[in-house]
Structure formats: structure tokens, C-alpha cells
């Protein structure tokens, strides 16, 4: 049996595969399908074709239909669909013939905020359409893997429609303890807000107002996403919109952004607050674990930061839909009828150091680190120092980090052998932590630490290996 796991958000939904676990293309070449439909003459559009043509046509697009999954009939009527839940079912119809071949058993990772009546209504849909959905876990959940003791852990994400802040309980088992969801704040909300900021510079410098026309709209939203990506790096994007023969052209900067979005920003801030305040954890050491949703709204990162005893740990891509993959063999123990589970906590215990058993004679303490282990690549260590950044560092000489690098510095950090000493010196703006502890300035390393790279949620970790040309 192959598992696949799917990330449920109304704005986007992933899923993965294993051997190797990767995302999975699902609209065309893209991972993630957002939850947009729009009726057409033959059928019901879905996911990015439907989004990129939302701002065309403003009056037929429908984008609640995964927020407010039910059954109650649509106020606009159309041949296609009758109900949210019907159109949910086009769009998990449309995800499912692009990934069918990759899995037989497939466990849905759903947002907190989902109850019996969702669950049961996708578990319906998934029957009719033949998909072998074999249980649920709650999002917030499937997406955590790393243990954080005597911290108080929260789940921060932003959906299209809500945001949602979860408190997961750290025990033998990861367990929601608490959770908010506040529709007043959004992604629609943002976007919009960001897109008439923008469309008044445009008119203000060029006279030249991008909202007056629908498609020039579109564009606006479609450059959007581009600018939100290139502000992870630099403050200021180029945008540029055609219209007929002419083109427009204004420089946006990110602190545009970042004011607009000030007082939604304070209200996270407070419900932040407002958790620990409720379970008594003001004065304790707080980890905010951020989605790529919300770990993407320019600025934010910033905010958070000025919460006292707070660190912030920024969640890959799809990383709910990955995380349901470890939940292959509770599959596999408890999975003998017909019916789906619903996993509603998951082991939890304190990672082990990496120790070889191959090494005799020796206590812990006494065996020194060989190599780096980034990924499924050990980099040995020696006197000369192993540069880590986002840098594209010759064979040899360092290690790229290729993930989520807008939490990651070009030259992050260096490590390197000191007679019977590894340091580790830090040279980037994000931080470097081991374990919780930042470090200032450098720090020496020791057996089976995880080195964390900023707020990007990269790890690299001291191993030992028999050979030391191991790599």
C-alpha cells in the first residue's frame, strides 16, 4: 500500500507522495490548487485556472466553498452545482485524477476548525469518487515534527477566508489543547487591501488607475504573488502592467506593504497574547510555528518578534501534507475495517542523539562529530571552514540550503574542526539557534545538536560516521 497525504486550506491544497516523499503536481505543474471554482458554459472551472481568472469575471467566481462546506443550497444558482459541497467535490475530483497513480490510501490533513459535519461530507465525496481516504488528522498536527520541550508550541496559519491560532500540548503525545479562528482576518482581506494600495501608486506616479479594467486587475493579483515572494529578499519590487500597446511601470516598496497590514498584524500579536495569557504560559519560552502562508505576509516575522520569549519557526510548503506520511504505520496498526480514522494526536517524544552503535569503547561524550548531515547529504568536517548560506558554494567548500531561504542569510554561518573542539560562528542577520539558544557570535558544537538556520526552519545535525570521507 502507498499513502498519500493531503493538506486541506481554502487557499491552497497540497499533496504528497512517498519514495521519495515530495509534493505532488496537481494543477498542471503546480503543487498547490487553491480553492476557486467558476461556472462555465460545459463545466465547473477549478483551482489555478479558476483563480487566474477570478478578478475577469468578479460576479461568477466562487471561492467558500471549502470554508463553508455544507449542504445548504448556493443564493446564485447554476446548471453545474447546487451546494458548497458539491463544488468541493469537482475540485477533490480534479486533485485526485492528477494523482491517483501515485497512491492507493490517502489520510486528509484538515484544518482545526473542521467538525463532524466536514469531515463526514468529504469522507462522502472521497467514497463517490473512489478515493481511499482511510482517516483525518487535524492540520496543525500533521505539519509539527520537531519537539520543543518546556516551550509553549502554537500553530499559526492564514486561510483564504480565516485565521486560525492552534495550541498543541507537548507530552508523550502532540495533542490540540486550544484553538481561535477569527474570519476577520484573512487572505481575501489582504490581498485586496495590498491591490488597492498598489493600483493608487500606479496613479498617483503614472495616471494610470490598473483597477479600471478587469484584466489589468488580474494582472495586479497575479503580480502580487511574484511581489510577495521577491520582498522574502529585498524591500522594493518593480511592478509593471500592460495595457493595449502602452506599459506602466512603478516601483512598490515592502514598507507599502507593511503599513497597510499594521493593525492586522497587532491583532495576531494580541490573540498570541491572549493564548498564553488563557493557559498561563506568559512568562514561558514560546515557539510560533508558522505555515508558508503566514510565513509569507511581508513584515509579519518582524512582529512577531518583538513578542517577548517568543521564537519563530517557519514551516515548508506543504509540510501538513509531508506530515501525514509519518502516519503511515499507526495506519497500518490500527486500520482493519472500513471505516476512516480520525488521528487526533501523534508520538511525541524528545529527539535522540545520533550516535553510531558501530563505535566501540567509547562513552558518548568521548566521540567527537565527523560530518554535517543537511538532508539525506553528509558534508565531513576539517579545519577548513564548511560555509552554510543560500550561496551556491563550490564542492567541498559549503552547503547550499535550497529550502525555505528567505529566513536564511547568504553566508548564514561557518562550522569547522578546532583540535578536538567543532565551532560554529554565525554571521547572519536571522539568527543561529542550538536548540532554542541563539547564538552570539560562535558556540561550540557537540554530538547530535540541531543547528536551526533562522526563522526558515532549515536544520543541519552533528552526526559521526566510520569513514570520514563519508559524504
Known amino acids: 500500500m502507498t499513502l498519500l497525504g493531503l493538506e486541506l486550506s481554502d487557499a491552497g491544497i497540497f499533496v504528497a507522495g512517498e519514495k521519495p516523499a515530495r509534493l505532488l503536481a496537481i494543477d498542471g505543474q503546480n503543487p498547490e490548487s487553491p480553492g476557486f471554482a467558476i461556472p462555465e458554459k460545459k463545466r465547473l472551472l477549478v483551482g489555478n485556472p479558476a483563480a487566474s481568472k477570478a478578478h475577469l469575471f468578479p460576479l461568477q467566481v466562487i471561492n467558500r466553498f471549502w470554508d463553508r462546506l455544507n449542504t445548504e443550497p448556493l443564493k446564485q444558482k447554476n446548471r453545474h452545482v447546487q451546494n458548497h459541497a458539491e463544488i468541493a467535490c469537482a475540485h477533490l475530483s480534479h486533485i485526485w485524477e492528477n494523482v491517483k497513480i501515485h497512491g492507493d490510501e490517502m489520510i486528509v490533513a484538515v ?36 519537539p520543543y520541550p518546556d516551550a509553549m508550541l502554537l500553530h499559526l496559519d492564514i486561510h483564504l477566508h480565516r485565521f486560525e491560532i492552534v495550541y498543541l500540548h507537548q507530552g508523550e503525545q502532540l495533542t490540540c489543547e486550544n484553538s481561535i479562528a477569527v474570519r476577520e482576518i484573512n487572505l481575501e482581506q489582504l490581498y485586496r487591501v495590498w491591490v488597492e494600495s498598489i493600483a493608487e ?51 512598490v516598496l515592502l514598507d507599502l506593504l507593511e503599513q497597510k ?35 509569507c505576509l511581508p513584515g509579519l516575522k518582524d512582529k512577531l518578534s518583538e513578542i517577548d520569549h ?102 548564514h554561518c561557518t562550522v569547522q574542526r578546532d583540535a578536538d573542539r567543532i565551532i560554529l560562528t554565525d554571521y547572519s542577520d536571522q539568527g543561529t539557534f542550538v536548540g532554542r539558544r541563539r547564538v552570539d557570535g560562535a558556540t561550540t558544537l557537540e554530538l547530535g545538536q540541531i543547528v536551526r538556520l533562522g526563522s526558515s526552519g532549515e536544520t543541519i545535525r552533528l552526526i559521526v560516521c566510520m569513514e570520514t570521507d563519508e559524504t
Open 310 to 411: 517568543c521564537e519563530i519557526v517557519e514551516l515548508a510548503p506543504g509540510a501538513g501534507a509531508q506530515g501525514v506520511l509519518q502516519f503511515r504505520r499507526q495506519l497500518a496498526d490500527g486500520h482493519a475495517g472500513q471505516g476512516a480514522f480520525f488521528f487526533t494526536s501523534r508520538s511525541w517524544q524528545k529527539a535522540k542523539s545520533e550516535i553510531s552503535p558501530m563505535i566501540p569503547n567509547k562513552t558518548p561524550d568521548q566521540v567527537q562529530a565527523t560530518h554535517l548531515l543537511y538532508g539525506d547529504v553528509a558534508y565531513p568536517l576539517s579545519e577548513k571552514p564548511l560555509f552554510i548560506g543560500w550561496d551556491r558554494y563550490p564542492t567541498g567548500k559549503g552547503i547550499h540550503v535550497k529550502g525555505q531561504s528567505s529566513g536564511v542569510s547568504r553566508k
Open 261 to 295: 497590514s499594521e493593525a492586522v498584524y497587532d491583532d495576531i500579536c494580541r490573540l498570541i497574547l491572549k493564548m498564553r495569557d488563557e493557559h498561563g504560559k506568559n512568562g514561558f519560552s514560546t515557539v510560533l510555528q508558522l505555515t508558508h502562508r503566514i510565513a
Open 201 to 251: 501608486e500606479f496613479v498617483r506616479f503614472t495616471r494610470f488607475d490598473p483597477l479600471h479594467q478587469a484584466a489589468t486587475e488580474q494582472a495586479l493579483y497575479d503580480r502580487l504573488s511574484d511581489a510577495l515572494e521577491i520582498f522574502k529578499r529585498q524591500r522594493s519590487f518593480l511592478f509593471e502592467i500592460s495595457h493595449g500597446t502602452d506599459s506602466y511601470r512603478i516601483t
Open 111 to 146: 484544518p482545526d476548525y473542521y467538525g463532524r459535519e466536514q469531515l463526514g461530507l468529504i469522507l462522502g465525496m472521497a467514497r463517490e469518487l473512489s478515493i481511499p481516504v482511510k482517516g483525518f488528522v487535524s492540520l496543525p498536527i500533521a505539519a509539527s515534527l520537531t
